[in-house]
T-cell receptor, first 112, second 109 residues
Framework: DTAVSQTPKYLVTQMGNDKSIKCEQN?????MYWYKQDSKKFLKIMFS???????INETVPNRFSPKSPDKAHLNLHINSLELGDSAVYFC???????????FGNGTRLTVT | KNEVEQSPQNLTAQEGEFITINCSYS?????LHWLQQHPGGGIVSLFM???GKKKHGRLIATINIQEKHSSLHITASHPRDSAVYIC???????????FGAGTILRVKS
């Protein structure tokens, strides 16, 4: 069973479109994250949700809107996609506080 | 300057060599993670440390809180260890993770 699953794995779309990436975890964790990995492979946190509440929003354009319907899901919706949004997006989860992180396999977004 | 600095950025080793990757950070932390990212892209958590030393198989991670420094060691390296190794620190409140830029390791047979 996959602990943290993201869909889709690949997403190719045109500028200006709106798209969503879904993330689900079956570990019973109460904290979920979205990270962006740029072309230089540098990881940066975008959002952190704890028990469905937004904890961190790191200077991310408001075109990005996370949605957490329940503790097991954290979806990422992106409006008006731009070329610079092309990257790999990783979802992760953990227990609150200090605990190991579990990552999804990533979604490679390509905006043309 | 990034709050988390790793060295070296790139490392090539022969199979069997002992490898060390270093991580220094400039902020107060509650915990430090070592992550491994394989060429396929998936990220795996190797260790989470808040003090001392941890060992798992051929991997050893140490942290010195006073010096704000951690090391990841790989003994008897193998080509399958080739990956990007990333150091990340949780801030003192435990709610923000800051990543180093990663170390690209290649182990040749």
């Amino acid at each position: 069973d996959t602990a943290v699953s993201q869909t889709p794995k690949y997403l190719v779309t045109q500028m200006g479109n709106d798209k969503s990436i879904k993330c689900e975890q079956n570990l019973g964790h109460d904290t979920m994250y979205w990270y962006k990995q740029d072309s230089k492979k540098f990881l940066k946190i975008m959002f952190s949700y704890n028990n469905k509440e937004l904890i961190i929003n790191e200077t991310v354009p408001n075109r990005f809107s996370p949605k957490s319907p329940d503790k097991a899901h954290l979806n990422l919706h992106i409006n008006s996609l731009e070329l610079g949004d092309s990257a790999v997006y990783f979802c992760a989860s953990s227990r609150t506080g200090q605990s190991p992180l579990h990552f999804g396999n990533g979604t490679r977004l390509t905006v043309t | 300057k990034n709050e988390v600095e790793q060295s070296p950025q790139n490392l090539t080793a022969q199979e069997g060599e002992f490898i060390t990757i270093n991580c220094s950070y400039s902020v107060g932390i509650s915990a430090l993670h070592w992550l491994q990212q394989h060429p396929g892209g998936g990220i795996v958590s190797l260790f989470m440390l808040s003090s001392g030393k941890k060992k798992h198989g051929r991997l050893i991670a140490t942290i010195n809180i006073q010096e704000k420094h951690s090391s990841l060691h790989i003994t008897a390296s193998h080509p399958r260890d080739s990956a990007v190794y990333i150091c990340a620190v949780f801030n003192q409140y435990g709610n923000k993770l800051v990543f180093g830029a990663g170390t690209i390791l290649r182990v040749k047979s």
